[in-house]
């Protein structure tokens, strides 16, 4: 295990801080969170690297760097309650969930989530809660949300998340196609401010979302 702690302390130190991200919080959860379990077996050597990796199903974990990115991007606090759409391998959720009070995340694809069900459970995270289903719509019944996170690409910013956020509350969520921006979308007192930050490469957000970009 020392060596993993090690290869986490030089992720951070060389792929993340080096690059700009500042977060006290964002950088202790990012040394904690043993990505390499939650990675197949025969990627674990590479899991401290700074690219995605394959996890099954078409899908793929982030990039550490992208995952502590849009984890600052979202300006969490202690007390915040999150929704993530798109769990996959569950990094990020467990990442989220070092640092703030509870978190919700949604999975398309049955196996991941049953997948990252039992890994975030193994490894003791009890503030995290896993939904197999299409995240379009977010998770109403726990809204509003104080962060939503997505880490898949739909072609337009999903409507019913944004109704979703909190007053004060930000959206990390990668948009396009071919081409994708990531953008971070701020729900103001007086109304909805979206900035767009940086490049980004995420497989495409699928269900409800590909129906209701081709309706367009």
């Given at each position: ?10 992720m951070?130190?060389m792929?993340i ?5 500042v977060?006290s919080?964002?950088?202790e ?9 939650f ?9 401290y ?6 996890i ?9 760097y ?5 984890t600052?991007?979202?300006g969490l ?6 929704l993530e759409?798109?769990?996959g ?8 969930a ?8 949604i999975?398309?694809v ?19 809660f ?32 944004v109704?979703q956020?909190?007053?004060g ?10 081409m ?12 909805i401010?979206?900035?767009t930050?940086l ?11 590909q ?6």
């Amino acid at each position: 295990m020392g060596e993993y702690t090690d290869l986490r302390e030089r992720m951070v130190e060389m792929q993340i801080a080096r690059r700009g991200v500042v977060d006290s919080a964002v950088l202790e959860a990012m040394r904690t969170v043993p990505r390499h379990r939650f990675v197949p077996e025969k990627h674990q050597a590479y899991a401290y690297a700074d690219e995605p990796l394959p996890i099954g199903e078409g899908q793929t974990i982030s990039q550490p760097y992208i995952v502590a990115y849009m984890t600052e991007a979202m300006g969490l606090a202690a007390s915040d309650r999150v929704l993530e759409i798109g769990t996959g391998s569950g990094y990020q959720a467990a990442i989220l969930a070092e640092i703030v009070d509870s978190v919700f995340t949604i999975e398309i694809v049955k196996p991941l989530a049953e997948r990252a069900e039992s890994t975030l459970a193994e490894l003791g995270y009890a503030n995290v809660f896993v939904r197999h289903g299409d995240g379009y719509r977010g998770w109403p019944e726990h809204a509003p949300f104080d962060a939503i996170i997505v880490t898949a690409a739909p072609d337009h910013v999903p409507q019913p998340l944004v109704d979703q956020l909190a007053v004060g509350g930000r959206l990390v969520i990668p948009v396009g196609i071919a081409m994708q921006e990531l953008l971070v979308v701020h729900r103001a007192k007086d109304g909805i401010v979206t900035d767009t930050t940086l490049p980004v490469r995420f497989v495409p957000m699928t269900g409800e979302a590909q129906k209701t970009g081709r309706d367009k």
